[in-house]
């Protein structure tokens, strides 16, 4: 990877050329799905990261992908199946242990440790907050953007939506992701990293173990969906509707 202009890449773009780059990013402490929309430079500056580790780390993972997580050539359709399947499958499967969870440590721990009250609330509200948009993005956009790229195929024009166009939810999408991922940047405050006290029991340190892989999956499903998905949706729109 060409490290002399590298730091004037949006850090977005970069992430979706190689998804290794993620991992980069991510030891830095750049956020790379919801902020990923300002250069390398300025994420550094913005995260007090040493813009030359950065760009030396970056140039260590090189150019090459593999093919099946080189997401930016997947067709859009697959995309989503992937998104779906994979992606909205695991936050399903994990919405209820995460509540159950940070409920009885809340009544447990709660008279010690305050900050896990504190989680419990913006647990439940996250949770509630996915539920509704896992079925709008199922529901109403992924089916639409499933009509363009079926139309673009056969080469024919295609009708706008009921909704007008994909701005509009994309934008509603795109401002749920951020309102999430600021959510569980307050609990990984909250939690010092996610680090249970040395005497946690089994559930305590559970729940901050599951919120840990939860975040980092909630990144990669934000970032297909914020730089990929949507982008190249709306770009297909553009091209395809009568």
């Given at each position: 990877m060409d490290i002399d202009h590298l730091e004037q890449n949006k850090v977005a773009s970069v992430v979706a050329n190689?998804?290794?780059?993620?991992h980069v990013f991510k030891k830095h402490g750049i956020d790379f799905c919801c902020g990923g929309g300002i250069s390398i430079e300025e994420a550094c500056r913005k995260n007090n990261a040493e813009l030359e580790n950065v760009l030396e780390d970056l140039d260590k993972i090189g150019q090459k992908v593999d093919r099946r997580e080189d997401y930016n050539s997947w067709n859009l359709d697959f995309l989503i199946d992937h998104i779906v399947q994979v992606h909205h499958s695991y936050v399903l499967e994990s919405l209820p242990i995460l509540l159950e969870y940070s409920d009885k440590v809340a009544k447990v721990h709660g008279h010690h440790y305050a900050e896990v009250m504190k989680i419990r609330d913006i647990v439940t509200e996250v949770c509630a907050e996915l539920s509704s948009h896992l079925q709008k993005e199922e529901r109403v956009l992924f089916p639409y953007v499933k009509y363009l790229v079926n139309a673009a195929q056969n080469q024919t024009l295609a009708s706008p939506p009921p909704f007008g166009n994909a701005k509009g939810p994309i934008q509603v999408m795109v401002m749920e992701h951020e309102h999430a991922g600021d959510a569980f940047k307050e609990m990984r405050k909250l939690s010092n990293d996610f680090t249970p006290p040395a005497e946690a029991c089994n559930t305590f340190r559970a729940l901050y173990a599951l919120l840990?892989?939860?975040?980092?999956?909630?990144?990669?499903?934000?970032?297909?969906?914020?730089?990929?998905?949507?982008?190249?949706a709306l770009l297909l729109e553009k091209n395809t509707l009568s």
């Amino acid at each position: 990877m060409d490290i002399d202009h590298l730091e004037q890449n949006k850090v977005a773009s970069v992430v979706a050329n190689n998804i290794k780059a993620a991992h980069v990013f991510k030891k830095h402490g750049i956020d790379f799905c919801c902020g990923g929309g300002i250069s390398i430079e300025e994420a550094c500056r913005k995260n007090n990261a040493e813009l030359e580790n950065v760009l030396e780390d970056l140039d260590k993972i090189g150019q090459k992908v593999d093919r099946r997580e080189d997401y930016n050539s997947w067709n859009l359709d697959f995309l989503i199946d992937h998104i779906v399947q994979v992606h909205h499958s695991y936050v399903l499967e994990s919405l209820p242990i995460l509540l159950e969870y940070s409920d009885k440590v809340a009544k447990v721990h709660g008279h010690h440790y305050a900050e896990v009250m504190k989680i419990r609330d913006i647990v439940t509200e996250v949770c509630a907050e996915l539920s509704s948009h896992l079925q709008k993005e199922e529901r109403v956009l992924f089916p639409y953007v499933k009509y363009l790229v079926n139309a673009a195929q056969n080469q024919t024009l295609a009708s706008p939506p009921p909704f007008g166009n994909a701005k509009g939810p994309i934008q509603v999408m795109v401002m749920e992701h951020e309102h999430a991922g600021d959510a569980f940047k307050e609990m990984r405050k909250l939690s010092n990293d996610f680090t249970p006290p040395a005497e946690a029991c089994n559930t305590f340190r559970a729940l901050y173990a599951l919120l840990d892989e939860f975040e980092i999956d909630l990144h990669l499903h934000i970032h297909l969906e914020n730089n990929i998905l949507f982008p190249k949706a709306l770009l297909l729109e553009k091209n395809t509707l009568s």
